[in-house]
């Protein structure tokens, strides 16, 4: 394959990489400082995140005042903030460091449990906390086997991949060699991480309530159950407010475990709601979740909440 980076994302890549190096050695603590620092700059310079995190959120939560809402987008992309500062600490600290930094967790008996069956697990890791820090776990504790999509950079996919595997993970690609690599992992009653909430390509998903609204969800999942007989629990790492991390698996809701896929894909986004349940500021929430549903509609929508989408 030849390498088609150009010489602008080559040295983006190496100044991304060399900062992850620089903020490996810092304590979680700083860096969620840092991002306190740096998250309202964020929030008012990135027009985009801060648009569509706002647009989201009044999607949502219409309950709230549009007051509240506006203080819950700032602490969105403080939280999101944090997560860019924290992955050369969880991809590259020494081990021993990021294992310090998770404080708290709770429902491994979950996974225990399934395990001890001889079930494999699928875990659903939305994009909540810092999920390189769930990963991070997931693999130093058990056999853990997850997708992996290179990144739009080039130079960066080798430190990705380096860091995301360093503790055990195999990463499969986003494709049916992938599918099949996690069936396999899961009959051997080993765990499998799935990102519950990117939209997939037209074909692979079909149309499910997210909240107040339909949202193109993913319909791997069910293929996965029923081929397999695999408990399902939702992960996230949590971050702490002095500082590190607490790691959360939460019992699926049963929907997920049904044949029909419209039935499934409902129960995996109530398991996302019960996640952001959990601190909702915590949740990526500059994601296009609903981004399908207007593409399906003619022309522009009236509600001007989406003409950004």
Known sequence: M????????TLQ??????????????????LWRLAHMAGPLVYRFSQREREVTEINLAEVFPEHNEAARRRLARESLVHSTATMLELGFAWMARPERVEAAIREIHGRELLDEARAEGRGVIVLAPHFGNWEVLNFWLSSHFPFTAMYEPPKIAELDPVIRQGRERMGAKLVPTNPRG???LLKALKRSEAVGILPDQEPNWGSGVFAPFYHRLAYTATLLPKL????DARVVTGVARRLPRGGFAIHFLAADER??????????TGVNACVEGAIALDPAQYQWEYKRYRKVIEQQQGHPDHKSFRLY
């Open 13 to 30: 890549g190496r100044a991304i990489a060399l900062l992850w190096r620089t903020l490996a050695g810092r304590r979680p603590h700083t």
């Open 2 to 9: 030849s390498d088609t980076s150009s010489p602008v994302s």
């Open 256 to 265: 997920v475990y049904a044949a029909d896929d419209e039935t499934s894909a």
């Open 225 to 228: 159950v029923a081929r397999t």
């Open 179 to 181: 599918v099949a690599a």
